[in-house]
């Protein structure tokens, strides 16, 4: 048997039908995208004032994206050219060798440098692809679930979920055909070309999720200070110059950031799973594939659980079984995810047990699926209007602002020290798993947890673009509405209120597994790293380096540095949302002073304030990326390789504990404010909009909004960039340990970039006159 040409790659007759089985299964992830798309494309677009409302968050999200390509594509270039060149300076793996072994040394390395450069170049366009085509689909959805709610809560949800769910199928699908495709043609040496493609994904990842969030967030802090702070209007009130510019930034940065971030976790789990399994296979009697070909089963298992679990979200608000009966959307999406969730786990344990003869295979896939799982509950109970922080929060306000802000940290603070737990647990459950078999087998089994936390990629991806969807379809109404109060009106206004409040908490809820998931993978990334040193150590003579020594104080330095860098990254990014911010307030506020728009009889100039959010995100866009490639590669050339691996470790850790820090901070100051938002409006009582009580909750909300909308999910893709930089940088930094003048050059120009980059962040945006 051969099929695809498998059989040169020493793959038994099952391994090749499931490996195809794998790809038809990311063709069938495509297929039923593109029958949502149809499903959702056919419903109405409401009124002509809706279609307005709608045509100009199109318009704005459009420009904005089109503007972030032409910025980012020069940089994607010289990497290009820079990751093609890399090749020629470092000996090929063994594992290319044996494949390629019919190619001289030359040829193996034009073959690689290929390789590399295409994956890179499809990583980064598929990652493009994803948050791109989620953003428009998410943008299509929004005015039909706003016409649809009119009708009726259970079509609404489906619309605004099934749009959602277009996006998941398209990261489950691109990452596997992707992935999948580059193992067929590879083999055994598809680390090599892997790498390629995670780092494509990755930066694309980083400048979308960098971009989106501080577009997103300077519109949405100066629409609320002046809007609801000082003018006392609603949220999206069309009187309010920022409210397209807010609306925008739900897609820009919800949809296609987030989108674009998930996908590149899911490819770098499988880069690291197949580097790890390649090292067991070496030192594995039986040099078995189970290795590399268990991973790539999961995945296609995943997303036929995602495809299943997707489908059943509109089902259970009427489902027979009465106790079975979801009351509300947030409860259909958890239990669909459960259905999801049943699938893998059974499917696991029959593919470990009767193809890889290990159980303890399936359990880490079990582990990883029970930690995505866990992080639904534990996020929940951190931001959701119904539990005890939230609550703490809300009752905070009737002191004002300052106490607001404080209950909101201390809630974040300690959100972070469970998650990091969770995790923890995670791994301990690995190590008891494979300890007797060595330190490999435990590396590997980390990397196998990360691979079943994100099996249901498809179902994650659904649930965040669902929360940008509903709060734009509210937005729309709000505006298209707003001078209604007839029954059905109303009627369906509250429909879409409930939605959009579920949506934040799945927002916060996949915030928290995407950060969890960028953890594990940049954990697998590390344990990747530390065994691909070894490798290349090996091959020259030289001691192989099986950790990392944090007693040498080279190491420790490489540690501290890395615990800095989340902090100055996040530190840049946030204020760039104050700035920005502060011009958007300057704006509204001139807006307002002209006659006619307070009336409601002249419409403002929302595109005065779309632009001024997409010159700030433009302006951030390279820096911070610059900081995150430079200061790496920095440490690696200095310090040398293990200090590097100091450093990654450092990352990890800071980022990790910040990362979910801020998210959970932020979304339950959100939940708060609009806990107030739901009261009776009573003035005298200090209750519901408008009261000191809201207002305070407003100031809660817009101090946190940057904080899980712009610098915590941003830290996600920047850690697995530092780690992907570091993984190919590694084989480099061994060979070449004494510098010489042209490493010092190098190291010069390094530096000169990290210091271009912070002076770039700090620089004030040029205002338009």
């Not at 059989?7 to 790809?23: D, K, P, S, T, Y």
């Not at 020629?88 to 590399?116: H, W």
Request: charge should be neutral.
């Amino acid at each position: 048997m051969n099929i695809l040409g498998l059989a040169r790659h020493g793959l038994n007759g099952f391994e090749q039908i499931a490996i195809l089985g794998v790809l038809i299964t990311a063709f069938i992830s495509l297929l039923y995208a593109w029958l949502l798309r149809g499903k959702v494309l056919k419903k109405d677009k409401g009124t002509a004032k809706m279609q307005e409302v709608w045509n100009a968050i199109r318009i704005g999200a459009d420009s904005y994206l089109n503007r972030q390509l032409k910025t980012i594509l020069p940089v994607i270039g010289l990497l290009t050219i820079a990751l093609f060149l890399s090749v020629y300076v470092v000996q090929p793996s063994t594992e290319a060798v044996e494949e390629f072994s019919n190619l001289s040394e030359s040829s193996l390395k034009m073959v690689i440098a290929i390789g590399r450069t295409v994956a890179f170049i499809l990583g980064a366009s598929f990652s493009l692809i994803v948050g791109q085509l989620g953003m428009r689909m998410a943008i299509q959805a929004n005015v039909r679930a706003a016409s649809a709610a009119r009708r009726g809560f259970n079509e609404a949800l489906s619309i605004a979920y099934y749009a959602g769910t277009i996006t998941g199928m398209l990261t489950d699908g691109l990452g596997l055909l992707g992935g999948t495709a580059i193992f067929i043609i590879f083999g055994k040496a598809a680390p090599d070309a892997l790498i390629g493609f995670g780092f494509g994904g990755t930066l694309l990842a980083l400048f979308m999720r960098v971009g989106g969030g501080i577009f997103t967030k300077a519109a949405d802090v100066g629409a609320d200070l002046v809007g609801k702070v000082e003018k006392d209007i609603p949220e999206d009130d069309p009187r309010n110059a920022a409210v397209i510019a807010d609306l925008v930034g739900d897609n820009v940065g919800d949809c296609a950031g987030m989108a674009a971030d998930i996908f590149e976790s899911y490819e770098v789990t499988i880069v690291s799973a197949l580097i790890l399994g390649l090292s067991l296979m070496a030192v594995d009697p039986t040099h078995s594939l189970k290795w590399i070909v268990y991973p790539l089963i999961i995945r296609g298992i995943g997303v036929i659980s995602s495809i299943l679990g997707t489908f059943t979200v509109p089902i259970w608000e009427k489902f027979p079984i009465k106790f079975m009966r979801a009351h509300d959307a947030e409860e259909a999406m958890f239990r669909s995810y459960e259905v999801s969730s049943v699938n893998t786990v059974i499917w696991s344990f029959l593919v470990a047990i009767l193809y890889a003869g290990d159980w303890r295979l399936a359990m880490l896939t079990s582990i990883g699926v029970g930690l995505a799982v866990a992080f639904n509950p534990l996020t929940s109970y951190f931001t959701s209007t119904k539990k005890p922080p939230v609550k703490e929060i809300v009752k905070s306000t009737d002191t004002g602002p300052a106490t607001t802000i404080l209950s909101g940290l201390s809630v974040g603070m300690e959100s972070s020290v469970w998650a990091l737990f969770v995790i923890v647990i995670s791994f301990i459950l690995g190590v008891i798993l494979y300890s007797a078999d060595g330190s490999l087998y435990v590396l590997y089994a980390v990397a196998m947890i990360g691979i079943g936390m994100l099996s249901h990629t498809g179902n994650n991806v659904a649930m965040d673009s669902y929360g940008p969807i509903s709060d734009n379809a509210n937005g729309i109404g709000e505006m298209a509405w707003h001078d209604m109060h007839d029954e059905e009106t109303m009627k369906a206004r509250q429909i879409m209120a409930d939605l959009d409040a579920v949506g934040n908490t799945t927002k916060a809820i996949t915030k928290g597994v995407a950060i969890a998931s960028a953890v594990i993978a940049a954990v697998s990334l590390f344990a990747s790293f530390i065994t691909d040193v070894g490798r290349v150590q090996a091959g020259m003579g030289l001691p192989v380096m099986d950790s990392i020594r944090v007693s040498e104080t080279k190491v420790f330095i490489g540690l501290l540095l890395g615990g800095a860098l989340p902090w100055l990254f996040s530190s840049l990014s946030i204020r760039a949302v104050s700035r920005a911010a502060g011009q958007i307030v300057e704006e509204v506020r001139k807006q307002f002073k002209v006659k006619g728009i307070m009336e409601g009889t002249v419409k403002p100039d929302y595109a005065r304030v779309v632009g001024i959010s997409t010159r700030s995100a433009q302006q951030e866009l390279i820096p911070l990326a610059v900081i995150s490639i430079a200061m790496p590669l920095l440490v690696g050339l200095v310090l040398q390789v293990e200090a590097l691996g100091g450093y990654l470790a450092g990352v990890i850790l800071s980022g990790q504990l910040l990362a979910v820090f801020m998210s959970n901070a932020g979304g339950a100051w959100d939940n708060a404010k609009k806990s107030i938002e739901d009261e009776t409006r009573d003035l005298k009582a200090n209750t519901g909009k408008g009261s000191e009580r809201h207002k305070a909750g407003v100031v809660g909300d817009t101090v946190g909004d940057p904080l899980k909308d712009t610098a915590g999910p941003a830290l996600n893709p920047m850690i697995k960039v530092v780690n992907m930089v570091s993984l190919l940088a590694a084989p480099v930094i061994v060979r070449y340990t004494d510098l010489g003048v042209g490493g010092w050059v190098a190291v010069a120009v390094l530096l000169f970039g990290m210091i271009w980059g912070i002076r770039q962040s700090k620089k004030p945006i040029v205002e338009v006159p």
